[in-house]
């Protein structure tokens, strides 16, 4: 009797959870010209007009550039660090990795804020350098944890076994550790993409007339009509961010890509 | 200095440097910039005063702003606290197979974007919605208003930080012990005896885990409040993002972050001293 209240109390919450997730796709075919549940019927308009704005299908175009430009520069900047970091024991070396992941400690909303002061002054707002500095600035310690955690679970008695067969220092890394990490590597980018691609608050602060990401377009959208286009732009960013998430447990599996 | 720390220093470099010009330079300019003067156009005048912090302190506004955002931040951790709690548990006393599908299904929503799950309780929430065509159903002329206000941001909230809750409770679930349990209710104890005297002590760390994390982020959310308050809920961060964007008032935008800082540094340092406590 109390177990079954306690199942009972269990779904409940986890149909709360799951809620607005699940609520937008039915929404998304909605025939409504306003936010009503049930909707009187189902179309695929909301679709079509989606791809008649033209603002949104821009701001994805940016907001994917955007994120594969900042993974790219993430990982170039993040791999030696982590590598350093894992590698060398050397003073304040915990202090730097402190340091590095430290904004991640921050809220958001003070991050932007910051940025927003420093970009006007150096002219960064709304460009496309101030953006992928802006979104480096999130991305980074997400860069440089995964990947100091997937060197660190690394077997170092293969290193040695190369290096003592006489394969010089470079030869080890491009050869030998490297493809043991491409797990960790794979993992960081998907993260740092989803990352940027889904950055909001800090985007709001930073961009311009000219330049504007696929979330600050959905929050403007959002803040200003309340119809069902958004829920069929948002059923859309889930099947592609469930895409990511089933490509890399495919590529590598969940588990072992996270550095458990 | 050897070799080796030079290597790891030149392996760092390009990281630091990015640290320093989007991070360090950043957070330090906007701490001094409280004390600096603005004009009414928003342009900043240099020298040092206290005039921004004496303005807020005299001002019942912001005094009532913080109070209101830390009072919602409460109400908001300990419904998240209520909500979650279940679901970890039950997902903590699942066998291992199932266990890993559970935990994948809480986290999930963490990659939908809060802009999406904000307008998914628009569509729940909103006057046409899910619950207000319900309650008309259940024959409720004129149901409740629950976009719009403080109990829309108050149930979206708790919602989008239940993942958090729920992982942090699951992290710091380890000294549950079934046997504990049982040998309670052997001895005669009753079901909610052991849960009040067993199950909720030896699982305090992760509720006092999980109460930081969803005070620190609710205290500090933005899209939510901002979204389903529809102007009318005033909250520190949506406050933090008016003077900065609409007013361009920048000192008081910095003193507000700063105050949001402040905040945050007293939950961490409540948390270390709860902790000892109960370690």
């Known amino acids: 009797m109390g177990k079954a209240l306690f199942h009972v109390l269990v779904a409940a919450m986890l149909v709360f959870l799951l809620a607005p997730v699940l609520l937008v796709i039915p929404m998304s075919f909605s025939a409504d010209k306003v936010l009503a549940w049930p909707p009187s019927g189902f179309s695929l308009k909301w679709y079509a007009a989606m791809l008649e704005e033209r603002g949104l299908a821009e701001a994805a175009r940016n907001s994917l550039v955007l994120a ?15 590598l350093a970091i894992d590698r060398w024991r050397f003073a304040g070396r915990d202090a730097i990795l402190a340091l590095l992941t430290a904004p991640l400690l921050l809220p958001t909303i003070v991050l932007a804020l910051a940025l927003l002061i420093i970009f006007v002054g150096a002219g960064l707002l709304g460009t496309w350098p101030g953006l992928v500095l802006a979104h480096m ?16 679970t690394l077997p170092a008695s293969v290193e040695e076994a190369a290096a003592s067969l006489g394969a010089p220092p470079s030869s080890v890394f491009r050869r030998v550790t ?25 985007s709001l602060f930073i961009v311009g007339p000219q330049l504007v990401t696929l979330p600050v377009a959905l929050f403007r959208y959002v803040e200003s009509r309340t119809d069902p286009l958004v829920a069929a732009v948002s059923t859309l960013l889930v099947v592609f961010t469930l895409a990511i998430v089933l490509i890399l447990d495919r590529a590598v599996g969940l588990r072992r890509a996270v550095g458990k | 200095m ?27 300019n906007l701490a001094l910039l409280s004390f600096q003067q603005a004009s009414a156009g928003g342009a900043l005048l240099g020298g040092f005063t206290f005039a921004t912090w004496a303005k807020m302190f005299g001002d019942v506004f912001y ?13 908001i951790t300990a419904l998240t606290l209520l909500c979650a709690y279940p679901i970890a548990l039950f997902i ?78 699951i992290a710091g679930f380890g000294r549950l012990n079934a046997s504990l349990e049982e040998a309670a209710a052997s001895l005669g104890a009753r079901p909610f005896t052991v849960f009040r005297r067993i199950v909720v ?65 007293i939950a961490l340092l409540l948390y270390g001293r709860l902790s000892r406590a109960i370690a």
Do not use: H
């Open chain 1, 68 to 82: 594969l430009v900042v993974t790219t520069a993430t990982l170039a900047i993040a791999m030696p660090a982590a």
């Open chain 2, 201 to 265: 002590p030896l699982t305090l760390p992760g509720i006092m885990l999980g109460c930081l994390l969803a005070f620190v982020l609710a205290v500090s959310s933005f899209i939510t409040p901002k979204l389903l308050g529809g102007g009318r809920v005033f909250l520190l961060a949506t406050e933090i993002y008016d003077q900065a964007i609409v007013t361009l008032n920048w000192p008081v935008a910095a003193a507000l972050s700063l105050v949001v800082l402040v905040i945050f540094g």
């Open chain 2, 92 to 169: 903590y006393r699942t066998p291992e197979r199932w266990k890993n599908l559970l935990i994948v299904a809480c986290v999930s929503p963490l990659l939908v974007s809060a802009v999406v799950r904000t307008y998914g309780w628009m569509v729940i929430l909103g006057d046409g919605g899910l619950v207000a065509s319900i309650l008309r159903g259940l024959g409720m002329v004129k149901p409740p208003r629950m976009v719009f206000n403080t109990t829309g941001v108050v149930i979206g909230l708790v919602e989008i930080l239940m993942p958090y809750m729920i992982l942090a409770l």
């Open chain 1, 178 to 202: 490297l493809p043991l990490m491409v797990p960790g590597l794979v993992a960081t980018c998907a993260i740092v993409f989803l990352v940027s691609f889904d950055e909001v608050v800090i």
């Open chain 2, 63 to 75: 005094a009532e702003l913080v109070l209101d955002s830390v009072t919602i931040a409460l109400s």
């Open chain 1, 137 to 152: 600035l999130v991305t980074l310690p997400y860069g440089v944890r995964v990947l100091s955690t997937s060197l660190s």
């Open chain 2, 2 to 28: 050897p070799i080796a720390s030079r290597l790891a220093l030149a392996l760092l470099l390009p990281a630091l440097l990015v640290n320093l010009a989007v991070f360090l330079v950043p957070m330090g």
